[in-house]
């Protein structure tokens, strides 16, 4: 008798649960929508994919071709002298700063590769090479040149003049781009910080020397058998950042003002609800708005206008996914379409006509995706595209960028013809104010003839605002998509922390209606309340992407310059966030801001946990170097209270711990105190 054979059903694919994977209800609602089309998304592989726990705990080895090398740590903790080792002799402590500041060298490389980018095309710019861009803040432009050691006047017959703005604009330029690889001195915006924190970075020799030397050094440091001292690893791992945060970030950052606009407050939408079904959808996603602008005026243009309603469009809807959403949207009101973990729902919808990549934060995903719908993926960057045969690279050049964004454009709406019968684009959406920065906020607090940061450092110190908080990063699928942000940002605000955004944060509190000047009257204490009330502006202010975290470093800057707060950044009742961290740049972030003074907590998890030592180092011995240091906790309310904890012991230090009392004085107490001073 022929034996028998079992024959098991196939297991039905476990499925992420939409009210758990996220608090956006739009997200819900295309998960549903994914699961009915059979389209798998990040959601459900991360229920199907587990972490490695010992890669959570920072303390696994890849360094050379004798491991992996895993040193778990013991489940009730180091007892007596922690004997853990590698093949090597690596400790625990070695692997996880190794580990660590490879993190910070990739996520310093993707910030200042993006800056290079903007600094060579605005080299270009300079010299005549593109007619595509031009100078449109040459204000900006003057304002930066002396950091860089360009004079902007010049002495003729000896009567001090302008210099011609072209001149400007080449020194700026040139010097701009050495910053990557000069070969003496350091960065020339390390000097922008407060003279105390340079001194600082000069007394633990931390100043970065150039951008690329920095990130260089890490690999070569973490390299088996090179640096065995965490202590010292780190170290590099804090000039590096440096060389992130006051070097490519901000000078990509600036640039792109000079050469695009500086941001100024302006109303859009936000969510995936700012899709049209009879408009032909274009999405731009990544981090570099260099083909990203050009998009913009070519989809804007009335011959692209034509054509779209030729092929039977009502119009063009052009918007963003990412930090090039933030790009766009603080200088052009394009509405962005969501955050990191939307991206695949965008296509979903099945009214992309076509998504448009340039580099960073690209799910490799989206392909399968676009086969599943009409949609054309096409990819921008010669360091950035995908094996998928349905994808199309269209290699972007500054010097022929419009002609690259015509093609695109052209290509999107020629697809619209294309789509399937099922369009569901979810009807939610909200309407956010976005575009603040250093410039605009000293604006809105003061004036064009007496702006300043007075203002605000006034209502620290009476007690309206409790202190200042830096919300900003990723989404992480191991986390309730925009819940830890959206949770950390309101509790703060109830307790009269104004928050600085950025990035998918940023993202996240516009979509759920915390960029309005109105949120303050529902979700602010009373002091912040009555502050946003009076001035006009938002509870929430949106700064712009993720290398625009140096606007947070600069406004920091600005609060210590005018006075009563101390005298340097780490003087301030001001704490960092990164509440659904995920990326390797946000390491490199958090670095930056603990190098520059601010205490700093990450959610999730940090990869420290199997080197106690070396995590004791972040969190603690940190604050004694540089008046900084890291923090992490998962639970949102937890973690909100640790920054205003922090907030408060700095307004303890300050002496301002107490509301000041208000006087109303007559003329002999305003004569009094006149004559005393």
């Not at 500054?398 to 099922?422: C, L, P, S, T, W």
Request: glycine share 10%.
């Amino acid at each position: 008798m022929a034996e028998e054979t079992k024959v098991s059903a196939a297991k039905a694919p476990q499925l992420a649960d939409p009210m758990e994977a996220s608090i956006e209800v739009s997200t819900q609602e295309m998960i549903r929508r994914a699961h009915r089309l059979q389209i798998e998304t990040v959601f459900d592989r991360a229920v199907t994919m587990k972490p490695c726990a010992i890669g959570l705990q920072g303390i696994c080895c890849k360094n050379c071709a004798m491991g992996p090398c895993r040193l778990p740590l013991p489940k009730g903790g180091v007892e007596g002298e922690d004997t853990r080792k590698g093949l090597c002799g690596a400790t625990p402590n070695t692997i996880a700063a190794r580990n660590f500041l490879r993190m910070i060298a990739a996520g310093a490389a993707a910030h200042s590769d993006h800056g290079r980018g903007v600094a060579l095309t605005f080299l270009a710019v300079a010299r005549k090479e593109t007619k595509d861009y031009t100078i449109k803040d040459p204000a900006k432009l003057i304002s930066i040149a002396p950091y860089f050691g360009v004079a902007t006047t010049v002495e003729v017959d000896g009567k001090k003049l302008d210099r011609d703005i072209d001149e400007i604009a080449l020194g700026v330029a040139e010097a701009a781009v050495a910053e990557w690889g000069k070969t003496d001195g350091f960065l020339s915006y390390l000097k922008r910080a407060p003279q105390p924190l340079q001194d600082k970075w000069e007394k633990q020799g931390v100043k970065p020397r150039n951008i690329d030397r920095e990130i260089v050094e890490i690999m070569h440091r973490t390299h088996m058998g090179v640096d065995q001292d965490y202590k010292n690893l780190l170290k590099q791992g804090a000039r590096a950042s440096l060389a992130d945060g006051w070097g490519g970030s901000m000078i990509g950052t600036d640039l792109q003002d000079v050469m695009f606009g500086t941001p100024t407050p302006l109303q859009a939408e936000a969510n995936l609800g700012v899709m049209k079904a009879d408009h032909v959808n274009i999405i731009v996603h990544g981090h570099e708005p260099l083909l990203s602008e050009m998009i913009v005026a070519a989809s804007q243009s009335q011959e692209m206008i034509d054509l779209a309603k030729q092929v039977g469009a009502k119009g063009i809807q052009l918007s963003g996914i990412c930090c090039t959403a933030n790009e766009l949207l603080q200088r052009h009101g394009i509405p962005p379409a969501g955050t990191f973990l939307q991206q695949e729902l965008a296509i979903i919808t099945g009214a992309c006509d076509a998504m448009v990549v340039d580099v960073q934060c690209i799910f490799q995903n989206l392909a399968n995706v676009a086969k599943c719908f009409h949609t054309k993926l096409i990819t921008t960057h010669p360091i950035a595209k995908m094996e998928q045969e349905n994808v199309i690279h269209i290699e972007f050049d500054e010097h022929y960028a419009m002609q690259d964004a015509i093609r695109i454009v052209k290509m999107a709406i020629a697809n619209f013809q294309n789509r399937g019968a099922e369009i569901m684009i979810p009807r939610h959406k909200t309407t956010q104010i976005a575009g603040f920065g250093v410039e605009s906020i000293q604006y809105h607090l003061g004036g064009t003839f007496r702006g300043s940061y007075y203002t605000l450092n006034d209502n620290i110190i009476n007690g309206r605002i409790r202190g200042i908080a830096g919300v900003v990063g990723c989404n992480n699928a191991r986390t309730k998509h925009n819940e830890e942000h959206i949770t950390i940002i309101k509790e703060l605000i109830k307790n009269d922390v104004i928050v600085l955004t950025t990035g998918c944060s940023a993202i996240a509190a516009g979509i759920h209606g915390l960029l309005t000047p109105g949120a303050a009257a529902v979700y602010c204490g009373p002091g912040l309340a009555e502050v946003c009330e009076t001035v006009g502006i938002p509870p929430v202010l949106h700064l712009g992407s993720c290398v625009d975290n140096s606007r947070i470093l600069l406004a920091a800057t600005e609060v210590v310059k005018a006075g009563g707060l101390g005298k340097d950044i780490c003087d301030l009742p001001v704490a960092g966030s990164a509440p659904e961290w995920m990326s390797e740049k946000a390491i490199s972030i958090g670095q930056y801001f603990v190098a520059s003074g601010f205490y700093t907590v990450f959610g999730y998890s940090l990869p420290l946990e199997g080197a106690p030592v070396f995590k004791n180092h972040l969190y603690k011995d940190m604050e004694g170097l540089y008046g900084g240091m890291w923090d992490c906790e998962a639970d949102p309310i937890k973690h909100a209270h640790k920054m205003i904890a922090h907030i408060d012991k700095k307004r303890k230090e300050l002496g301002i711990d107490k509301a000041r009392d208000r006087v109303l004085m007559d003329m002999a107490d305003r004569q009094k105190l006149e004559a005393e001073a």
